[in-house]
């Protein structure tokens, strides 16, 4: 029997993580997707006030029954606090595979024009504060994940897709399984710790 897998889809605010998954429903539609932006939509709708605070909530519930009923599952994050890097040791003393999509970018003020741009298109907001804080704490957490899931593929999505006519705005950078790592040049600055922390 195949063991239940629990996949992380990871990156800073404004990093395309939900443009990712949107775009590839061949694979994401296969298994839920824990998404705290969407259910804060929900509940929005629902209940005329948006809150974020309920939403995340609600997805830390679902994540526990999923666990605990050893469902397969997805769920988004910006993997800025410590709480979903516990997760992937519990999610493993449990029997689950561990997964890591990351995307990344070179600079915060890529994150910072893509969530404004968002907004514009009535998406939901977030501060500046927060995303540059989050940035940081996100690559920062990146290096501690990597060693903790099975498989973590790693993307660079700092250039537009006009830059790449015909072709994905993704730029594979890593694919790290059980411990063993490719790295696909050219290497984004942003992803050169992680190269690092292998090459000790």
Known sequence: MRAPSITFVAGPNGAGKS??????????SAFPLL??????????ADNKN???????REVLERIQENLKNGRTFAVETT?????????????RTLGFKVNLIY????DVSIHLSR???RVVLKGHDVSEADIRRRYQRSLDNLLVAVPRVDLALIFDNSKPILENPGGSAYHLAAVIENGKADWFEPLPEWV????ASFDK
Do not use: E, H, R
């Open 192 to 195: 050169l710790p992680l190269k």
């Open 35 to 44: 998404d705290p932006d969407a259910l804060a939509n929900t509940i929005q």
């Open 103 to 106: 995307v990344g970018t070179s």
């Open 50 to 56: 948006k809150n974020p605070l309920a939403a995340g």
């Open 79 to 91: 993997l800025s606090g410590k709480l979903y890097l516990q997760t992937m040791l519990q999610a």
């Open 19 to 28: 443009t990712l998954t949107s775009g590839n429903l061949d694979f994401f």
């Open 115 to 117: 969530v404004a741009k």
